[in-house]
């Protein structure tokens, strides 16, 4: 666990009291999670690259009043996965990490045919499943009928 220790102490170094939450029994399957405000996710990512993790993967949780991205990072140690979540408003573009990362460009891409959340700077986010003109986002829940359509206050606490 020395490096996710290391990566644990940088990030309650860089984020607010209160952003890095432990999970000392895995019970997630991951170690820990930490809430990164949109403005510090290139900041972060650049860090867990230096320190050799890799983008495991990325997706998006769709909530009446935002959108949550969560990306995964591991690397090769046991019990080393851990997860960084990033609020984005539904009318937001996010910082792509397809930079950092050489992953992230699918998987944003993916997240944008998806849900419609833009990456900033992200060279490619053409759809790669849906037809080119498609103008729909099937992951969004404003796309069809949801009864369980909640605020993520209802869903965390």
Known sequence: ?????DVLEKLQKMLPGGAVARDEGYRAGVVFSANVPQSQLREVATVLNEMEFYLESCTAIDFQDTFELVYHFNCYEPRSRFAVRVLCGHDQAVPTVCDIFKTAKWQE?????????????????????????????????????VNAYRRREEIYG
């Open 1 to 5: 666990m020395g490096k996710v220790n």
């Open 109 to 145: 891409r993916e997240i944008h045919e998806f849900f419609g959340i833009s990456f900033v700077d992200n060279p490619d986010l053409r759809r790669l499943l849906l037809p080119e003109d498609a103008d729909f986002y099937p992951l969004k829940k404003t796309f069809g009928k």
